[in-house]
């Protein structure tokens, strides 16, 4: 008979995981999110339960002890209690990591909030568990109270990285996606902000890993931030006897179709030009063009150098070229 109430539970929960299996497969073909999220947390604990429940009403049927009996019966409860924590983890996890995706940027998604926040939730189901079997979490807490200040003071590097990676998480003016320049000269996309390191991803597909407490103490360039347009100066020098009314004219055309064309301008933005300097053979100026984001800008100088030479060479317009005289003397 307790064979029976075993493989009766456990063959139970495989059709109940199946069904639900199925069930989930569906709301993620419709996009059902909420229910996606929920199905997937009781991912392989329905047999579990089912199976628990097969051995509790297995033990009904043994030759046991009462007080075996009880102490097995409390020890599957425990395990359903633990299992019951698992579930919650995941469902607070799951809505937590669909919100911030729909937030698009407005709240942090990122694994060392996620890792709080399940610890958390870990630490207080064990408590309650504990509390359950009749163990007083008093001691506990003043032993770890106690103990924390031994803990904190060998782990004081870990510890620092901990806490500011939560100040960079709080503070909000570095946060994934965000491209930045560290004092150091490091820089690039921010791809994530662990308990200990910030991971930034750099144009050459490198990965930088930096401790939280280097980020939380250095001195950041953060070109996402408040906006992620930006104005991208370009330096050009036209000879000194060039028609600056015409240079200015053509350089501003070209400027503003390149903003309305390529991708990755602001069609909008009305570029500005300046002379700034003479230079021993040419007049230097710069132009103000406005791009989306920081990649943008490789594309639009592109475009913008190119049409702008053969511009300047269909109105007779020079660059300057430098030249460099050597004198040499001949001994008789």
Known sequence: MPIIFILAGLITGLIIESIMSKAHHKASLHNWEALTITLSSFRRLIVLWSLLLGLYGSILFLPLKTTVAGTISKLLL????????????????GFLTLYTTKMKGMFPSISLFMNLIKLIIYILGTLIILQFLGISVTPILTALG???????LALQDTLSN?????????SRQVKPGDYIKLNTGEEGYVTDITWRNTTIQSLSENMIIAPNSKIASSIIVNYCQPIKQMIVIIEIGVTLDSNLTL???????IAKEVMQNVPGGVPDYEPVLYYHSFAESNINLRINVQIQELDNQYLIKHEFIKKLNTCFKDNNISMPISIKTVATKTLD
Do not use: W
């Open 162 to 170: 901990l806490f500011s990676g939560i100040q960079i998480i709080a």
């Open 247 to 253: 240079v200015e004219k053509i350089t501003l055309d």
């Open 78 to 93: 425990v395990i359903f209690m633990f299992s019951v924590i698992v579930v919650i983890a995941r469902v607070v996890e």
């Open 146 to 152: 106690v103990g924390g200040l031994a803990v904190a």
